[in-house]
Antibody, heavy 120, light 109 residues
Framework: QVQLQESGPGLVKPSETLSLTCGVS?????????WAWIRQFPGKGLEWLAS???????YYNPSLKSRVSMSLDTSKNQFSLKLNSVTAADTAVYYC?????????????WGQGTLVTVSS | QSALTQPPSVSGSPGQSVTISCTGT?????????VSWYQQPPGTAPKLMIY???TRPSGVPDRFSGSKSGNTASLTISGLQAEDEADYYC?????????FGGGTKLTVL
C-alpha cells in the first residue's frame, strides 16, 4: 500500500520560503509515476501547485511558476516543494500526492496534509 | 485559467439521487476526457471516486457515476446514504495545468 507523509514547518514568515518534504513508503519514486503537491485553502478550494515525474521533468502551475519548485531525493524516497516569497494568501493545507497521468491525470494516493500558516 | 464551476451545495434524502455539475471551458473539460471526481469527508484528505469521466476505481460503489456533455461534467450519486455526506470536487487536465472545481457540499437530509 502506497503511503505519503508530509513534513515541514507549520509557520512561515511573510516573504520567506515555504519548504515541505513528502516521504513515500510502499513504492519507489524512481520506478515510475509522477508526484505532486496540491493545496487546500481555508475556504476549502483545491489548487494544483506542481508535479514531477521519475525522470525529473517538472510541471508548474502557471500562476505560481516563478515562485515554486519541486525536486526528488531518490536515496530517501522522498520529494520536496519550495515556494518562495510567501504571503498570507499562501496559508493552506498542503497535500503531497501521487499523480498518474497515464490513467487520466488522476491523484490516486494522498498524504494526510499539513497546515502551513504564513504569519509574522 | 479559472477554477471549474460547481454549485456550492446540493442535498437529498436517503435513497434519492443527486447530480453535481462541473462546468469548464473548451480548453479543459471540453477538450479532454481527463475529468475526475474526489470525495472529501470532514477532516480527511480527498479520495478519488471517478476518473476519465466515468470510470470507478476499485472499491468505489456503483452508485457513483460520471458523465460529460460539452464543457460540463456531472457526478451522479444514486441511492443516497448517510455516509455520502461530504464535499465533492471535480478536476480536469487543462493542457499545461490541472484545474479543480470550487467544491460542492452534499448534505444527506
Amino acid at each position: 500500500q502506497v503511503q505519503l507523509q508530509e513534513s515541514g514547518p507549520g509557520l512561515v514568515k511573510p516573504s520567506e520560503t515555504l519548504s515541505l518534504t513528502c516521504g513515500v513508503s510502499g513504492y519507489s519514486i524512481s520506478s515510475g509515476y509522477s508526484w505532486a503537491w496540491i493545496r487546500q485553502f481555508p475556504g476549502k478550494g483545491l489548487e494544483w501547485l506542481a508535479s514531477i515525474d521519475h525522470r525529473w521533468n517538472t510541471y508548474y502551475n502557471p500562476s505560481l511558476k516563478s515562485r515554486v519548485s519541486m525536486s526528488l531525493d531518490t536515496s530517501k524516497n522522498q520529494f520536496s516543494l519550495k515556494l518562495n516569497s510567501v504571503t498570507a494568501a499562501d496559508t493552506a493545507v498542503y497535500y503531497c500526492v501521487r499523480y498518474d497521468y497515464g490513467s487520466g491525470s488522476i491523484f490516486d494516493y494522498w498524504g494526510q496534509g499539513t497546515l502551513v500558516t504564513v504569519s509574522s | 485559467q479559472s477554477a471549474l464551476t460547481q454549485p456550492p451545495s446540493v442535498s437529498g434524502s436517503p435513497g434519492q439521487s443527486v447530480t453535481i455539475s462541473c462546468t469548464g471551458t473548451s480548453s479543459d473539460v471540453g477538450s479532454y476526457n481527463r475529468v475526475s471526481w474526489y470525495q472529501q469527508p470532514p477532516g480527511t484528505a480527498p479520495k478519488l471516486m471517478i476518473y476519465e469521466v466515468n470510470t470507478r476505481p476499485s472499491g468505489v460503489p456503483d452508485r457513483f457515476s460520471g458523465s460529460k456533455s460539452g464543457n460540463t461534467a456531472s457526478l451522479t450519486i444514486s441511492g443516497l446514504q448517510a455516509e455520502d455526506e461530504a464535499d465533492y470536487y471535480c478536476g480536469s487536465h487543462a493542457g499545461n495545468t490541472f484545474l479543480f472545481g470550487g467544491g460542492t457540499k452534499l448534505t444527506v437530509l
